[in-house]
């Protein structure tokens, strides 16, 4: 499955119900949906104490941004995403996902603000973008050519779209994607989603579902491949939808549920779940031979795992766990700390930390 890099920041967000007309700018049918709040995010004191501490991952992330879409964090109240995945249809040819993302702004913008915040990655050159009209709307498409090693190639490219509805509020998608402006109305929701959707506490932070009963079955292959617990492919076979939601207040809560077909569905889920949280506990006690540092991870991770509670209501299996802010922020420093350590590729940058005591 493909979800767009912006949902990494699902379990670090804060707290703003989502508006169901940022939904009618959706694919029909979505099988992902992702709803967080970013401005929440940016203001939590614990996001702020982290960016003081290491500067490079709000530099990191503002790049991604500006050069995906053009807007930085700071300038965002919400991001509603959803995706219909790709699919072969009978006669065997496959059709690619189609995903739109919606951004409520803080403030009102115009094309032309917008369009010279974009930053050009490097692999990208000759970056224009095409003025069309789609039913009532009016859309940028951008065009561009594939450049490495310096040497661009002769044929353009197309690329996302983007398109302001209103004054404060940004839409863009995939190539794919454009044909659902032409629609008019809010998307057909399947009644897995809807109930997943129905489903989420309207105070989360972050909230991402999944319509697995609909999944396309390339998809659900994948995910079966992947996912080697014992009893996974015939559990995953009970669940309509699952849906993860964070909360981050005083303390981060994060509940992942699983909408199955009947109660012995959800038993079924709950002890996948927990033979599959032994096998992690077991891996991450076995730190032989392993540097200190990413012993550190290890540990506290595990201390993690520990606290995780399963439980069953109905056709409802849970997992739940509630963690301090600072432990969160403590692995997410540690665990960069792991992957920028001196016997890391040269290339990459190690992290700049800064010291609040000096």
């Given at each position: 499955m493909r979800i767009s890099f912006c949902a990494a920041l699902a379990l670090c967000l804060a707290v703003q119900p989502v508006r169901a007309d940022?939904?009618?700018?959706?694919?029909?049918?979505?099988?992902?949906?992702?709803?967080?709040?970013?401005?929440a995010v940016v203001k939590h004191q614990a996001i702020v104490d982290l960016k003081k501490r290491l500067p490079v991952i709000e530099q990191?992330?503002?790049?991604?941004?500006?050069?995906?879409?053009?807007?930085a964090p700071k300038d965002i109240v919400r991001l509603t995403?959803?995706?219909?995945?790709?699919?072969?249809?009978?006669?065997?040819?496959?059709?690619?996902?189609?995903?739109?993302?919606?951004?409520?702004?803080n403030k009102a913008t115009?094309?032309?603000?917008?369009?010279?915040?974009?930053?050009?990655?490097?692999?990208?050159?000759?970056?224009?973008?095409?003025?069309?009209?789609?039913?009532a709307y009016t859309i940028y498409?951008?065009?561009?050519?594939?450049?490495?090693?310096?040497?661009?190639?002769?044929?353009?490219?197309?690329?996302?779209?983007?398109c302001l509805p209103k004054d404060n509020v940004l839409i863009f998608g995939s190539k794919e994607a454009v044909k659902v402006l032409e629609r008019g109305t809010p998307p057909q929701i399947?009644?897995?989603?809807?109930?997943?959707?129905?489903?989420?506490?309207?105070?989360?932070?972050?909230?991402?579902?999944?319509?697995?009963?609909?999944?396309?079955?390339?998809?659900?292959?994948s995910m079966k491949r992947e996912i080697m617990l014992p009893g996974f492919e015939e559990a995953i076979d009970q669940v309509n939808a699952a849906i993860l939601?964070?909360?981050?207040?005083?303390?981060?809560?994060?509940?992942?549920?699983?909408?199955?077909?009947?109660d012995a569905g959800a038993v079924a889920v709950k002890k996948v779940a927990d033979e599959g949280m032994a096998a992690v506990k077991f891996m991450l006690g076995a730190t032989d031979k392993l540097p200190p540092p990413v012993v550190d991870v290890m540990k506290e991770a595990a201390k993690v795992?520990?606290?995780i509670k399963t439980s069953t209501a109905g056709n409802l299996a849970k997992a739940e766990v509630a963690l301090e802010p600072a432990l969160a922020i403590r692995l997410i420093e540690m665990s960069l700390a792991v992957e920028m350590r001196p016997d890391s590729p040269a290339e990459t940058p190690r992290p700049k930390v800064v010291d609040e005591k000096k």
């Amino acid at each position: 499955m493909r979800i767009s890099f912006c949902a990494a920041l699902a379990l670090c967000l804060a707290v703003q119900p989502v508006r169901a007309d940022d939904r009618d700018y959706l694919p029909n049918n979505f099988q992902i949906y992702i709803s967080l709040d970013v401005a929440a995010v940016v203001k939590h004191q614990a996001i702020v104490d982290l960016k003081k501490r290491l500067p490079v991952i709000e530099q990191k992330f503002d790049a991604e941004m500006l050069e995906h879409i053009g807007v930085a964090p700071k300038d965002i109240v919400r991001l509603t995403m959803g995706v219909q995945m790709g699919f072969d249809d009978p006669t065997g040819v496959y059709h690619g996902d189609v995903g739109i993302g919606v951004l409520t702004l803080n403030k009102a913008t115009t094309w032309a603000e917008i369009k010279a915040k974009f930053k050009t990655p490097k692999f990208k050159t000759d970056v224009s973008f095409e003025e069309m009209k789609v039913g009532a709307y009016t859309i940028y498409q951008e065009k561009f050519k594939y450049s490495f090693g310096g040497k661009p190639d002769e044929k353009f490219n197309t690329g996302q779209f983007f398109c302001l509805p209103k004054d404060n509020v940004l839409i863009f998608g995939s190539k794919e994607a454009v044909k659902v402006l032409e629609r008019g109305t809010p998307p057909q929701i399947s009644p897995a989603m809807a109930d997943a959707i129905k489903s989420a506490d309207p105070t989360s932070t972050a909230v991402i579902a999944l319509d697995l009963k609909n999944m396309p079955e390339r998809e659900r292959k994948s995910m079966k491949r992947e996912i080697m617990l014992p009893g996974f492919e015939e559990a995953i076979d009970q669940v309509n939808a699952a849906i993860l939601q964070g909360k981050l207040g005083e303390k981060l809560q994060v509940t992942a549920t699983a909408l199955c077909k009947d109660d012995a569905g959800a038993v079924a889920v709950k002890k996948v779940a927990d033979e599959g949280m032994a096998a992690v506990k077991f891996m991450l006690g076995a730190t032989d031979k392993l540097p200190p540092p990413v012993v550190d991870v290890m540990k506290e991770a595990a201390k993690v795992v520990a606290t995780i509670k399963t439980s069953t209501a109905g056709n409802l299996a849970k997992a739940e766990v509630a963690l301090e802010p600072a432990l969160a922020i403590r692995l997410i420093e540690m665990s960069l700390a792991v992957e920028m350590r001196p016997d890391s590729p040269a290339e990459t940058p190690r992290p700049k930390v800064v010291d609040e005591k000096k």
